[in-house]
């Protein structure tokens, strides 16, 4: 990225991102709906914004507002590996809903399946994913990792070693890395900056440990932060300083 581009108050620090987006942002618990319309609308708007300023955007989202894989073997008794390939399939869902939505806004989409359904999306492969992005489109790579006993997480953190992403950014629903739980406690304290060593010293949880050390081993910095605060997604891909900063 040029200098000029750096000194304006809109350059993006990041040119190419992976978004981590946890399903259960989707969701709207009051009303009983799996997919929220007005979130995603208001989400896709919020990814637009940063796919308009340039900024190539991998888009990983999770599944666990229509099925989550552990809890379903835990509560339900369900077989691990038949409720991570239900997950997995949740991830197509809320994938082909959020390309739909974007696509209306006039944002290029490509989606790519870990799991081959031809007819539903085009199959993974990193150097078209890659080129998908260098065109400009938004490419939203679904059904995890295409294998069983690994998360979302995970896949953000592989697709991102794998398209050389400068950046994870965990979109979830709290806004950054406590020393204990906020819910919980009333004088927790929430993490501006910190290193990836000193996260997994005091089992800070920032990801599940396979997800952890992918971005420990191949360097690529996790910003975990809240997506519902408005214009919060363009300003973690300015470098402005929200959430949490792991690296
Ligand atoms: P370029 O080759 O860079 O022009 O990329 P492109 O994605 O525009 O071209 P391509 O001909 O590969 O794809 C055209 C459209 O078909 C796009 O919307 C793709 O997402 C879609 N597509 C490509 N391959 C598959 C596939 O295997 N399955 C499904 N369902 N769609 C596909």
Same mark, same amino acid.
């Given at each position: 990225m040029g200098s000029k581009e750096n000194t304006?108050? +809109? %350059?993006?620090? !990041? /040119?190419r991102i992976i978004l981590k987006l946890s399903?259960?942002?989707? #969701? +709207?618990k009051e009303k009983g709906e799996t997919i929220d319309p007005n979130v995603l609308i208001n989400l896709s708007k919020e990814l637009k914004a940063v796919h308009d300023m340039g900024v190539q955007v991998g888009l990983v989202v999770g599944g666990g507002n229509i099925f989550r894989g552990l809890s379903g073997a835990k509560k #339900?008794?369900? &077989?691990r590996t038949t409720g991570d390939f239900t997950g997995m399939l949740a991830t197509v869902i809320n994938s082909m809903a959020l390309m739909d939505c974007l696509e209306k806004m006039g944002v290029e989409v490509r989606v790519q399946s870990a799991i081959p359904m031809k007819e539903v999306a085009e199959p993974f492969i990193l150097r078209k994913a890659i080129r998908h992005m260098e065109k400009g489109r938004l490419v939203i790579f679904a059904?995890? *990792?295409?294998?069983? !006993?690994?998360?979302t997480d995970t896949t953000a953190a592989l697709r991102a070693s794998e398209v050389n %992403?400068?950046? =994870?950014? /965990?979109? *979830? /629903?709290? &806004?950054g890395v406590y020393d204990k739980d906020p819910n919980e406690h009333k004088d927790a304290n929430k993490y501006e900056h910190i290193t990836f060593f000193d996260a997994l010293r005091d089992r800070?949880?920032?990801?599940?440990s396979t997800a952890f050390s992918l971005c420990m081993d191949n360097n690529i910095p996790i910003l975990v932060f809240d =997506? +519902? %605060?408005?214009?919060a997604l363009q300003k973690a891909v300015k470098g402005e300083s929200i959430g949490t900063l792991v690296e």
């Amino acid at each position: 990225m040029g200098s000029k581009e750096n000194t304006s108050q +809109n %350059a993006p620090k !990041y /040119k190419r991102i992976i978004l981590k987006l946890s399903g259960e942002v989707l #969701r +709207n618990k009051e009303k009983g709906e799996t997919i929220d319309p007005n979130v995603l609308i208001n989400l896709s708007k919020e990814l637009k914004a940063v796919h308009d300023m340039g900024v190539q955007v991998g888009l990983v989202v999770g599944g666990g507002n229509i099925f989550r894989g552990l809890s379903g073997a835990k509560k #339900r008794g369900v &077989d691990r590996t038949t409720g991570d390939f239900t997950g997995m399939l949740a991830t197509v869902i809320n994938s082909m809903a959020l390309m739909d939505c974007l696509e209306k806004m006039g944002v290029e989409v490509r989606v790519q399946s870990a799991i081959p359904m031809k007819e539903v999306a085009e199959p993974f492969i990193l150097r078209k994913a890659i080129r998908h992005m260098e065109k400009g489109r938004l490419v939203i790579f679904a059904a995890g *990792t295409g294998n069983p !006993y690994f998360s979302t997480d995970t896949t953000a953190a592989l697709r991102a070693s794998e398209v050389n %992403a400068q950046i =994870i950014l /965990k979109a *979830t /629903k709290v &806004d950054g890395v406590y020393d204990k739980d906020p819910n919980e406690h009333k004088d927790a304290n929430k993490y501006e900056h910190i290193t990836f060593f000193d996260a997994l010293r005091d089992r800070l949880n920032v990801m599940d440990s396979t997800a952890f050390s992918l971005c420990m081993d191949n360097n690529i910095p996790i910003l975990v932060f809240d =997506i +519902n %605060a408005p214009g919060a997604l363009q300003k973690a891909v300015k470098g402005e300083s929200i959430g949490t900063l792991v690296e």
